[in-house]
């Protein structure tokens, strides 16, 4: 069974930074795509960054010039350093996973940015 561990989040005031981590284990087969979405209150899921198996990123319009997502491939284990943040992108952050056509969700991380 694929685990998620997620780690990161947590408060910080507008301007600063934070850190998300996602371990991924008990996989057999490789990850498709492994990155992050996240949801606000009201409103749907949405994507934050995602890394594919042939190294390609994908970002939001919304996070594209301040969040970067990277991977230690050899870990399983892709990093969200998120800059620049504003109180919009207060939400619960939910690690995601994608092996074939199985898809597997974190429990999530409340990062929360203050004005």
């Known amino acids: 069974q694929v685990q998620l561990v997620e780690s990161g989040g947590g408060s910080v005031q507008a301007g600063g930074s934070l850190r998300l981590a996602c371990a991924a284990s008990?996989?057999?087969?490789?990850?498709?795509?492994h990155g992050w979405y996240r949801q606000s209150p009201g409103k749907e899921r949405e994507l934050v960054a995602t890394?594919?198996?042939?190294?390609?990123?994908n970002y939001a319009d919304s996070v594209k010039d301040r969040y970067r997502i990277s991977r230690n491939k050899a870990r399983n284990t892709v990093y969200l350093q998120m800059d620049a943040l504003t109180p919009e992108d207060t939400a619960i952050y939910y690690c995601y996973v994608r092996i074939r056509s199985a898809e597997y969700w974190g429990q999530g991380t409340q990062v929360t940015v203050s004005s």
């Open positions: 008990g996989n057999r087969l490789p990850i498709a795509v």
């Open positions: 890394f594919t198996i042939d190294s390609n990123t």
